[in-house]
């Protein structure tokens, strides 16, 4: 069986106009989410009612609710199977990165020879802007047949 690897690239998001206050606002409630997941899942809440309340609950997409409320519930989940080590917070007050999937929560698109992304943060309220990062090789790069090769691409190991 062969083995592949992800190259990741880094991109600064650079938002146009309002987009920053939006996103700012999107991560405070993704560290809400995170938090009441933790809190409830430590006061013994069953995890499915936990998923369910703050699904409808949370000013977020959907899709990036769930994926929020998923990494909770994982490193809770890691908590209990390594012997109650390194217990998660519920008291973190800093920004939370949002968590999408592609096409559901963002996209990525060419436009005058920028890649340009339209994020669904809130819901009814995309940011859009630009991806910002320092220049790659040729042969990672995005082109109009594929604007996401760059931003994320399989090699063969």
Known sequence: MQKSLTKTLVFQLQPDESGQQ???DAFLEARRVYNETIRRAKNGD???KIRKDLESDADLV???TQLVVQKSLEAMENYYEYDDYNQPSHTTDSAYPLRSNYEEGYNLFLED???RYRLSAKPYTPVKGTLCGSPTPSNNSATPSNPMRGVSERQKQ
Do not use: E, K, V, Y
């Open 113 to 115: 020879n920028c890649i």
């Open 22 to 24: 939006l996103l700012d």
């Open 46 to 48: 069953g995890w499915d």
């Open 62 to 64: 959907n899709n990036t």
